[in-house]
């Protein structure tokens, strides 16, 4: 081993760039605001980026849903089905998962939706359910603009999928008729939604005054209770005070508002990625992308001779070859311990790496996770004040959020420092919510078209 030169103070100076100051969080707050409010109005909402969608779901869970739902939550490239029991006091969930081939990822809408009916119909037999009549909530966690409860049109394929004839289509029609094809099934699709809404309905059915979703893992989205009389898409007459509203806020910045604090290694994901200009914000937050911002900037400071000696490796200059994971794995160390980070080195060939190259990296990791959480603090925060009430619950799912060992105490010590004095939040972490949400929603509706259930 070599001597061990210290760059780190030269690697710091670099990684300012990653650094998001309050006052750049606050213009940021302020662009995001402009463009929620853009796709919540009708004159605006065309050309918006941020699009607002709204989700026709108007009730939250009062804890007095009864009966048996069945949920599908499809959001990659597995989905679940689930069936969920609600009674005076009891909540129980069983699931299971099916995978979803490749070939049908990128065959036709139809044979997407055949695939989950036999999987639901094969489901409600192992369950003992297949002569039932049931209600049926559906996860659908691709970007939809909705037309009722039971009606969602779908804008665009992300993660891997690309199935034809369904762009444009209404995604519970193509269920209802993959279910009708089989003619065997009795079942009720009560209403369709995304993760982020998923998530926001299940902390409310365990936290009263939940009122917004956040998705922080493979993708990036929020929704909230926003005031009906702000919903300008809304047609007809108001007769409920709240919807929930989907922001789609992955999309921020696709317009350049973020192009103020992006850097070389935003670009370069961004150019490399299979929807350039699209999902900006996304592309600086989840766990999709987070490892590989860290890599570039690694290749970065070691061609510069700062890092490893400048002598990298195969893997290091292989494009996706450093995964999130690392990030929080690298981060979990103690500090002045390096047992993660060593290993992380090794696999990826590095195992010339000195202490103070382990400390270079530890820091790199840092300033991208923590400009991640960041990023994520200011957009919940711009929902908090835009919501201005005195105490909210926000619901979390997500990779990043879940296993990134101080996403949490960033965000909250962020969100605090960020959001108008008197208002108070929690942070729960929201457990299996994409799937439970989805049969809330079933279950919500239920309660609400009296009879059934």
Not at 12 to 27: G, P
Request: aromatic share 8%.
């Amino acid at each position: 081993m070599g001597m061990d030169i210290n760059n780190l103070p030269l690697i710091r100076e670099e990684c300012e760039i990653l650094h998001m100051t309050d006052k750049q969080l606050k213009e940021i707050m302020s662009r995001l605001h402009n463009d929620l409010v853009k796709g919540l109005s009708r004159d605006t909402h065309p050309t918006a980026i941020v699009k607002c969608w709204l989700t026709y779901i108007q009730d939250l869970p009062n804890g007095k849903e009864r009966g048996k739902f069945l949920a599908l939550d499809l959001g990659g490239t597995n989905f679940r089905v689930l069936i969920i029991n609600l009674g005076e006091n009891h909540f129980d969930m069983q699931s299971k998962i099916y995978a979803i081939p490749s070939h049908i990822m990128t065959g036709t809408g139809v044979a997407l939706f055949d695939h989950i009916a036999e999987c639901l119909a094969n489901f409600m037999k192992e369950h003992n359910v297949y002569e039932e009549r049931l209600a049926l909530g559906f996860t659908f966690s691709f970007p939809l603009k909705q037309m009722g409860l039971t009606k969602g049109i779908l804008q665009r394929w992300t993660k891997g999928f690309s199935c034809s004839g369904a762009i444009g289509e209404d995604v519970v029609q193509g269920l209802k008729d993959a279910i009708a094809r089989r003619g065997d099934l009795n079942l009720s699709v009560m209403g369709i939604l995304n993760d982020a809404t998923g998530t926001l309905m299940s902390c409310a059915h365990k936290e009263r005054n939940c009122r917004v979703g956040v998705i922080i893992g493979t993708g990036s989205n929020a929704c909230y209770v926003e005031k009906t009389e702000n919903c300008e898409l809304f047609e007809g007459e108001p007769t409920k005070p709240a919807m929930l509203i989907n922001t789609e806020w992955g999309a921020f910045g696709d317009d350049g508002a973020l192009d103020f604090v992006r850097t070389e290694f935003d670009r370069e994901v961004d150019s490399n990625s299979i929807n350039p200009g699209k999902q900006i914000q996304e592309k600086m937050i989840s766990g999709m992308y987070m490892g590989e911002l860290v890599r570039l900037a690694l290749v970065k400071f070691t061609t510069m001779g700062l890092l490893f000696g400048g002598r990298g490796s195969d893997l290091l200059f292989q494009r996706n070859s450093f995964y999130t994971k690392y990030v929080s794995e690298i981060e979990s160390d103690k500090p002045g311990d390096y047992t993660s980070c060593m290993d992380v080195l090794e696999e990826l060939g590095l195992s010339h790496a000195t202490e103070s190259d382990m400390a270079a990296v530890r820091h790199v990791c840092e300033c991208v996770s923590r400009r991640a959480a960041h990023l994520v603090s200011a957009g919940i925060a711009t929902l908090l004040n835009k919501m201005n009430e005195p105490k909210v619950t926000v619901g979390i799912d997500g990779s990043v959020y879940r296993f990134h060992p101080h996403f949490h105490t960033l965000m909250c010590e962020k969100i605090a420092q960020l959001v108008r004095p008197g208002i108070t939040f929690d942070l729960m972490l929201s457990e299996d919510g994409s799937g439970r949400g989805a049969a809330l929603v079933a279950a919500v509706a239920c309660r609400e078209t009296l009879g059934f259930a």
